[in-house]
């Protein structure tokens, strides 16, 4: 059976769920599937995913500008403020939208599915963010499996193509419940937690090689925080975090690691500026974009999530647990149905760092509660095996193969829209 999987991702970083496809064709059973790959643009894993016999194809999508002359005009700033006014204008924005950038990429992303000819359609950016594909596949009346990562704008576009699909992915409850609130209704729901190999990610190198590369004292207390550097993952809410605990811990760092997104380069400066007014040099390192992240967490005390938004899931937190580290955690999005608070992670409200600095300082200075975290942690992880998660998804594959015929049978084309 071949799987044609679409990741629409840009801003030349590997975010979540980028990793996520990537983990899911790793563990497929070779046998059974063969993963084919499009990206939307070039990305630094393509060579591995070619190295594994995965067709990498890049298709470049043509995009209306997301700013306007208007953006700027203090008449059209107050109309936006008038309730019907916003609808009207986000409507007209998923039409234009629909047809002059969707529809164009969908008739030439349909050239490519014809020529790829896969069994099922696996788009990893949900419904919005994979609308044209979503079309493409129906054109080409090929079975597409919707996998939704985030908490999407839906407009009337979304729900008006989503009867049409052949299944809906969630990556969490909580974005089930926030498509069903949003009027989406595929055929069917189904949530599937991203899964990590748990026996891949093991620290390589020991704490103390790791933190003498980086410069940090052995002895320091050390908080890290993974993830593409951009205003809405709150990097800058542990920078003051940490520096409310300077005065308690002179030596404590902060360690944060990720590249910089394509749009959080003004953020990046003001993590810069922070640092330089705040006088943080010496408890600050920063990394940038790393592939050896579990000998990184393996150097910190306590992994901290800090996103400042309901986090879709928090692959970084799952990580954390592998390692056997302590996990702060903010308490928003898909977070609370994995981290138990005060048995594998501590949570804090989201953008609060009084609240993080707090809970920082009791891990610091309690051994015991960060062994008896640790401990947890390590039990909690093993539901999020890359093995769970190839098994629930290869069961959603072979049940729309079935149902649409793929493997000999004659293909049905999906239902009609609204139906």
Not at 86 to 96: F, I, K, M
Not at 105 to 133: K, Q, T, W, Y
Not at 242 to 252: D, G, I
Request: proline content about 4%; charged content about 25%.
């Amino acid at each position: 059976m071949k799987i044609l999987y679409l990741e629409a991702s840009s801003g030349q970083v590997v975010g979540g769920s980028l990793t996520g496809m990537l983990h899911l064709i790793g563990g497929l059973d070779r046998a059974r599937y063969q993963p084919a790959v499009v990206l939307y643009e070039e990305k630094s894993v393509a060579k591995a995913l070619v190295a594994q016999g995965v067709r990498v194809r890049v298709f470049s999508k043509r995009r209306l500008p997301k700013e306007h002359s208007l953006q700027d005009d203090p008449r059209f700033l107050r109309a936006k403020r008038v309730g019907l006014v916003t609808s009207a204008l986000r409507g007209a924005r998923a039409l234009g939208t629909l047809v002059f950038e969707t529809l164009p990429a969908a008739l030439r992303l349909s050239r490519v599915f014809r020529d790829e000819n896969p069994d099922i359609v696996h788009v990893c950016n949900g419904f919005r963010g994979n609308m044209d594909a979503i079309l493409a596949a129906r054109i080409c009346g090929i079975p597409c499996i919707v996998h939704s990562k985030g908490f999407d704008k839906h407009s009337f576009v979304e729900r008006l193509f989503a009867p049409g699909v052949a299944a809906s992915v969630c990556m969490t409850m909580a974005i089930e419940e926030h498509c069903r609130a949003q009027g989406v209704r595929p055929p069917e729901y189904n949530v599937v937690y991203d899964g990590l190999d748990l026996a891949e990610f093991l620290p390589t190198r020991g704490s103390s090689d790791v933190r003498e590369e980086l410069g940090i004292d052995p002895d320091a207390p050390v908080v890290g925080v993974v993830g593409n550097i951009q205003e809405w993952k709150g990097q800058l809410i542990l920078l003051h975090a940490v520096a409310k605990l300077r005065a308690e811990f002179p030596n404590v760092v902060a360690l944060i690691v990720g590249g910089v997104h394509r749009s959080g380069m003004a953020y990046a400066e003001r993590l810069q500026k922070f640092i330089e007014e705040r006088g943080l040099s010496a408890n600050v390192v920063m990394t940038g974009a790393r592939d050896d992240v579990s000998d990184l967490m393996n150097c910190m005390d306590v992994v901290a999530h800090t996103s400042v938004r309901g986090e879709p899931f928090g692959r970084v937190i799952i990580e954390g647990m592998a390692v056997g580290k302590p996990v702060v955690a903010t308490r928003a999005g898909g977070v609370p149905e994995f981290v138990d608070d005060g048995d594998n992670g501590l949570l804090v409200e989201a953008g609060d760092d009084d609240a993080l600095a707090e809970t920082l300082r009791n891990l610091f200075t309690d051994s015991g509660l960060r062994a008896s975290l640790s401990a947890g942690a390590l039990r909690a992880v093993r539901r999020f095996s890359v093995e769970n998660h190839v098994s629930e998804m290869t069961k959603i594959y072979d049940r729309v193969a079935d149902r649409y015929g793929v493997g000999g049978a004659p293909r049905r084309l999906p239902e009609a829209v609204g139906a």
